[in-house]
């Protein structure tokens, strides 16, 4: 279990395992709260799912929250440290979580949120009431090596939800070591082929299954920079102090960087990046090529979701010969480009982008069956909502998208939850919210609103405040329009790919 962490102390004593901007552990201090953790786990209730939920900004407690609740048999919840407490208490009832971490920005949410559910207690490393202190918590655990015997569980991811409300993923088989015991699935993290891609830095939030990476390849001896909310330069700055070798970043985080004054992209040693996974949108292409040319063809793009993983990868090398494309599928998937009665279209045809799984599991959402059919035309065919083409060698290039999902920085909104609450607002006779271009965050939500009364109607500027007021900040729009019509059919849908279009214009 924890034993590679206690080896690698005597392999390599006094190297820092893990480290953020307030704290570093080395591999022996590493093991020590890693065990205590897992034993704390293992002496609770954690009811049928055996559940937690860390709900907090990154840090090192973070991380280690994470993996020590894997080590410790429990299926762990990362929670967006941007939600409400209402939203907090929503996936923490729908998940089951017993155990709720927070970080000192979450604690005040986390504790109301926690009040409404079934959360036994919360422990945070902070000092606020309610909370049960990280330092004081571990205290009381055992160090001993925790039992290994019990059954790995994967992660429970959410994802903002098309009726409103967020819906439950767990981590699929492609992103999940397996293994019959937690003994196993951490000899299967050990052997995985990262330790020859260097110490690996976390820059996106760890909620999301990139970044948490960084925590798992801890059991694979490779050693991790946590860093807090993103800045381009200090990440530069990490990359050559702690000469990094890998990380996980979205478009967003390319685009800052290259906006940075050239002396100050020139002042950095980036030469030690080995391998830097692109994920969470599509990159345009002239950002692409702008980091290549920078950094060198050190990129892989990973195309996917949470529900099933990668589906499509592409190196740089690829890229630079397919630019703009998203790669070719891996296995067990094979993509498929489908016209609108579900028939394949011939290369080079736009059509809706689908996606067999070989496995047959396809897309499964926690307690919504029904969600998870919907998401299929046949049993392991599914789609996550792009319209695309494939050319002759089988590389797929997206090209527009038929379900309402944005992507801004990386990051799943669905409209729907914008939509609803704005729709209670008193001005507001209909609503529709829509992705525009953003230059930086790629898209960003754009609400389209026909006023009860145009000639008493507030300023957008007062509406999105209010909406801000009733729901995570992230998924409010970000501008807001009055309009006369929102073009509703006789059957009462909005055609959204229409309300875009206008916006798109020329965006290649």
């Keep these: 279990m924890t034993t590679f962490a206690r080896q690698l102390g005597g392999r390599r004593p006094g190297e820092v395992a893990v480290r953020d901007g307030r704290k570093a552990l080395d591999w022996t201090q590493l093991d020590d709260v890693l065990n205590r953790v897992a034993n704390g786990l293992q002496s609770l209730d954690l009811g049928p799912g055996r559940r937690i939920a860390v709900f907090a900004e990154n840090a090192v407690e973070t991380g280690l929250a994470n993996l020590g609740g894997l080590i410790g048999g429990a299926s762990v919840v990362p929670v967006n440290f941007h939600l409400t407490a209402d939203e907090v208490a929503y996936i923490l009832n729908d998940s089951g979580a017993r155990l709720l971490f927070v970080g000192p920005e979450t604690a005040e949410r986390g504790v109301a949120a926690a009040a409404a559910s079934e959360v036994i207690s919360v422990v945070g490393w902070c000092d606020e009431p309610g909370v049960t202190s990280w330092d004081g918590w571990l205290a009381a655990q055992s160090a001993e090596e925790p039992p290994g015997h019990l059954p790995p569980r994967p992660n429970l991811l959410y994802t903002s939800g098309t009726t409103g409300r967020p819906k439950g993923t767990e981590l699929p088989p492609t992103m999940f070591a397996g ?26 939030p760890m909620y999301h299954t990139g970044p948490l990476s960084g925590a798992r390849s801890l059991a694979a001896g490779v050693p991790c920079v946590i860093l807090g909310r993103f800045d381009a330069e200090r990440t530069l700055k990490a990359i050559q102090d702690h000469r990094i070798g890998n990380t996980v970043m979205v478009p967003t985080h390319f685009v800052r960087l290259l906006a940075l004054p050239d002396d100050v992209k020139a002042r950095y040693d980036v030469s030690s990046l080995i391998r830097v996974a692109h994920t969470g949108a599509k990159c345009p292409v002239d950002v692409k090529r702008a980091m290549i040319e920078w950094w060198g063809p050190v990129f892989t793009d990973a195309y996917g979701a949470s529900e099933v993983g990668t589906t499509c990868a592409i190196t740089s090398e690829e890229w630079l010969a397919h630019p703009g494309s998203v790669g070719r599928a891996m296995p067990p998937f094979e993509a498929m480009i489908l016209d609108d009665h579900d028939n394949p279209l011939p290369p080079n045809t736009e059509g809706r982008l689908f996606f067999k799984d070989a496995t047959g599991r396809g897309v499964i959402y926690h307690n919504d069956p029904e969600k998870s059919a919907a998401a299929h035309i046949a049993p392991g065919v599914f789609t996550l909502g792009e319209i695309a083409y494939m050319d002759e060698d089988g590389y797929v290039y997206i090209t527009d998208r038929f379900s309402d999902m944005v992507v801004s920085g990386g990051v799943n909104i669905y409209p729907a939850e914008a939509e609803q609450v704005l729709i209670e607002h008193d001005a507001v006779l209909d609503v529709a919210c829509i992705g525009i271009p953003h230059p930086e965050m790629g898209e960003e939500l ?21 909406c801000r007021e009733r729901l995570s900040h992230y998924k409010c729009p970000r501008t807001f329009d009055w309009v006369d019509t929102l073009g509703r059919n006789t059957m009462g849908k909005i055609n959204k790919r229409r309300l875009r279009a206008p916006y798109w214009e020329g965006q290649g």
């Design 446 to 466: 754009k609400a389209l609103a026909i006023p009860q009364d145009p000639e008493t109607a507030p300023s957008g500027a007062a509406v999105i405040a209010w």
């Design 179 to 204: 293994g019959d015991t937690v003994t196993e699935h951490i000899a299967n993290l050990a052997a995985a082929p990262v330790a020859e891609a260097g110490t690996h830095l976390v820059v996106g």
